[in-house]
């Protein structure tokens, strides 16, 4: 395992715990630098790929946002079972971002004090879910009920 990337991976979850300001600056400058890891070569496994690709997944553009779904995929092929979780959430980003319905239902909005799902595709079934590690809509259901909409 590479270190510097588990470190920069730790630091966005930190990061993600307690959120201040600075927050996007932070994400911004560890992207470039999990960029330049990445683009040097190296041994790298696939907890590696994983840490990577969930930076990304905390990006700006679609374009990270689709690497971070490359990420995860080649964290998956290299044998981390998160890789095709974070694949999918990625995945879910994108066409939220690009107005379109997600697939697997993991990204939430707040709106009027209560956190939603964006809309969902609903022709994604939970068997396709769980091949991509990814909860039961029910059971996400349930936790936006039990964390958040308190």
Not at 62 to 88: P, Q, S, V, W
Request: aromatic content about 8%; hydrophobic content about 30%; proline content about 5%.
């Amino acid at each position: 395992m590479n270190p510097e990337l588990k470190r920069l991976y730790d630091e966005d979850q930190r990061d993600r715990e307690a959120p201040t300001e600075g927050m996007a600056e932070r994400d911004r400058a560890r992207r470039q630098r999990v960029g330049e890891i990445l683009a040097s070569g190296g041994d790298l496994d696939g907890a590696d790929y994983f840490h990577a690709a969930l930076i990304y997944h905390h990006g700006d553009t679609l374009e990270e946002l689709e690497r971070a779904r490359e990420l995860g995929l080649r964290a998956a092929e290299l044998g981390d079972r998160r890789g095709r979780a974070i694949a999918a959430y990625a995945l879910d980003r994108r066409l939220v971002r690009q107005g379109r319905p997600q697939k697997y239902g993991t990204q939430w909005r707040s709106e009027g004090g209560k956190w939603l799902p964006y809309p969902i595709d609903p022709a994604t079934t939970d068997a396709e879910r769980a091949a991509w590690g990814v909860p039961s809509l029910e059971e996400q259901l349930r936790l936006l009920r039990e964390h958040y909409n308190r």
